[in-house]
């Protein structure tokens, strides 16, 4: 049976070229006749060096009806793409590219990185109806696929929305794949809403990130109380995209800090880890379905260790004795992961046009200096977001 897979995958992929170079792909709404593209790559995992640039890394094809191909105008870079590309979730990701297990081990590359893009719709396919060609759109990839350090991308159109108006293409880069971490960390997995925030008191612990300073200005778009931790040289950043109150952990113990305030939280949301992850969720309010959320969770990692199978019965170990630890103290412990959603962005979008949420980009490269961009991304203690200009939009 495994045999037989893996000879239908190849006659797939001989099958999908010949559709490409006809000019008949089953699922295209329209020809494109080119075979291969620019793009930044790397072909096996390491650190800066693997990156390489090649004018013919093969042109993205659309596979499924519900799917559009994306001309890359930006790309924003995150930390995630610099763990990949040191080898970060080979495991996981691999078993999400190729389920049934029928492709050889290193299939996956050359690998593309990039987790953010802004650009226009160049070619839908059959089934999609909410975009067409020309239509200005940013999305957040999933780690899984080929990324946008690249002239294309191919995507699902539910994981597209349309860009704002307001913002430029470099701008609107910096935002996607932050927003829907954020969005599925304190909509889906913390429960806030616009109808809910105005009474709640928000702890964020590291925020002047990506994700800090998204999160700053989605909570208080809806009304929340925001206290943020950062450094010193980050503090008039918070403060100018609204953070109530800001605690410096440059001046000594954060917990102090934070304990000396006088006043409990309704959630925290983490994007530090490690230590944090031992004091923190006492400062919530116990027995009030108070909530900690953190995005370091070790499910990537023990997968890369152990292998998927055992990795996921040491997560899952891991993760019910933390919930019923702290459930124990009346508070509700969760981990939140990022979470592909073009709806999501749609709402994100419309906060965007009404002026409550602006891009926070640090630093723009162009494309021939991706691997400065790295270098950048791994200093850490970022102000916003790294951003890479494909091309001109």
Partial sequence: VRLTLLWWCQFARQMKACWRCSHTRLFSATRVCSSTMPAWVIEKYGSNEVLRFSKDAPFPVINYPNEVIVKVFAAGLNPIDVSMRGGHGAATFSMQRDPLNVLQSGSEFPLILGREVSGTIMECGLDVKYFREGDEVWAAIPPWKQGSLAEFVVLSAN????????????????????????????????????????????????????????????????????????????????????????????????KDQLEALGWKFDLILDTIGGQTEHWAPGLLKPWSGSTYITLVTPFVHNADVLGVADGMVKTAALWTSRVFKHIAKGVNYRWGFFAASGPALDEIGALVQAGQIQAVVEETFSFPRVPEAFQRMEKGHARGKTVVQISQG
């Fill in 159 to 254: 994981e597209v929305s349309h860009k704002p108006k307001s913002m430029t293409h470099t701008e609107a880069a910096g935002i996607p794949y932050v927003a829907t971490t954020v969005w599925s960390a304190l909509v889906n997995t913390g429960g806030l809403t616009k109808d809910n925030c105005a009474t709640k008191r928000i702890l964020l612990l590291g925020g002047s990130g990506g994700v800090g300073t998204f999160a700053i200005q989605l909570l208080k778009a809806w009304g929340a109380h925001v206290t943020v931790t950062c450094s010193h040289d980050a503090q008039q950043l918070v403060g100018a995209l609204g953070a109530d109150c800001v605690v410096d952990y440059t001046a000594g113990p954060v």
